[in-house]
């Protein structure tokens, strides 16, 4: 089964930037079955929502509207994600967390908290 750990939370002021990190572990055959990888957000309160994805094979992606322009998701060859965020809002604030489907089903991070504060 994939592993994920996440990195690179924390505290900004609005306007700053953060980038996450998820890397994606496990058995050759379980990291060769991710189809995306993603980063979902739940802020205080609310619902989990999708922030950005990323397709492995091809590279599209999409974004949750509140963040385009400013989050940029990105992958490489070691099987790691990333989020850049710029330009953040206090409204960004919330526990990040990495998100894979692979084989039919999602594998989850742990999640980092990023707050975004004066």
């Known amino acids: 089964q994939v592993q994920l750990v996440e990195s690179g939370g924390g505290l900004v002021q609005p306007g700053g930037s953060l980038r996450l990190s998820c890397a994606a572990s496990?058995?050759?055959?379980?990291?060769?079955?991710?189809?995306?990888m993603a980063w979902y957000r739940q802020g205080p309160g609310k619902r989990r929502e999708l922030v950005a994805r990323i397709i492995k094979n091809g590279g599209s992606t999409d974004y949750l509207d509140s963040v385009k322009g400013r989050f940029t998701i990105s992958g490489d060859e070691t099987n790691t994600v990333y989020l850049q965020m710029n330009n953040l809002k206090p409204e960004d604030t919330a526990v990040y967390f990495c998100n894979a489907f692979a084989a039919g089903n999602n594998r989850w991070g742990q999640g980092t908290q990023v707050t975004v504060s004066s």
């Open positions: 496990g058995s050759v055959d379980s990291i060769y079955s991710i189809y995306s």
